[in-house]
């Protein structure tokens, strides 16, 4: 059983910064893409920033010069540090990672529970 734990989250003031951590653990072959996203209240989930295993990266343009995407291919974690916080990036952010699990041949897509992000004065 493949799981994806995120941390990190929490509340803080426009401006300020916050990094969040997705840790996977269980029977893992190999991880492929790695993925944040996140969903404010009313709103659809959003693609964030995506990682290859090569730590090649991309992100969502409201979020670009702001954040940035690490991976330790080690520790099987990602990271999102998040800096320049805005209110309009209060959200649950969530984990995704491409996993072949041990034992399979497949890719298959997993997604961790979610941390809440608040940006507010």
């Known amino acids: 059983q493949v799981q994806l734990v995120e941390s990190g989250g929490g509340l803080v003031q426009p401006g300020g910064s916050l990094r969040l951590s997705c840790a996977a653990s269980?029977?893992?072959?190999?991880?492929?893409?790695m993925a944040w996203y996140r969903q404010a209240p009313g709103k659809e989930r959003e693609s964030v920033a995506t990682?290859?295993?090569?730590?090649?990266?991309n992100y969502a343009d409201s979020v670009k010069g702001r954040f940035t995407n690490s991976r330790d291919n080690v520790k099987k974690t990602v990271y999102l540090q998040m800096n320049s916080l805005k209110p309009e990036d209060t959200a649950v952010y969530y984990c995704?990672?491409?996993?072949?699990?041990?034992?399979?041949?497949?890719?298959?897509?997993?997604w961790g529970q979610g941390t809440q992000v608040t940006v507010s004065s």
């Open positions: 990682i290859s295993y090569r730590s090649n990266t």
């Open positions: 995704n990672a491409g996993v072949i699990p041990g034992g399979r041949a497949n890719e298959l897509t997993y």
């Open positions: 269980g029977s893992i072959f190999s991880i492929n893409d």
